[in-house]
């Protein structure tokens, strides 16, 4: 789930495997397309705070990995120990 800000400024999350596309409203206002009918069959569709390029990039990006912080350095709860260290806390 990505995180976005609605035109009211209301966080929504947008899961990024629903997303049929991206594109412009007006300016720093975008229209997300999902694979959700809404009336008529037709695609629900979102309009959220960011460029069209801005909101694009957020929904491409890799997920992140979440890891919590471990007093023992050798020990980390991530779903990949190797890729981060322990230390790090990743939201």
Do not use: W
Request: positive net charge.
């Amino acid at each position: 789930m990505i995180g976005l800000k609605d035109t009211h400024n209301q966080p929504i999350h947008v899961n990024r495997a629903q997303v049929l596309h991206v594109t412009t409203f007006e300016e720093d206002v975008s229209v997300i397309a999902l694979a959700v009918a809404g009336t008529r069959g037709k695609p629900m569709t979102i309009h959220v705070r960011g460029s069209v390029e801005l909101v694009s990039s957020k929904l491409s990006a890799p997920p992140a990995t979440l890891c919590r912080h471990t007093e023992d350095p050798r020990q980390t709860t991530a779903a990949s120990p190797d890729i981060y260290p322990a230390k790090i806390k990743h939201l």
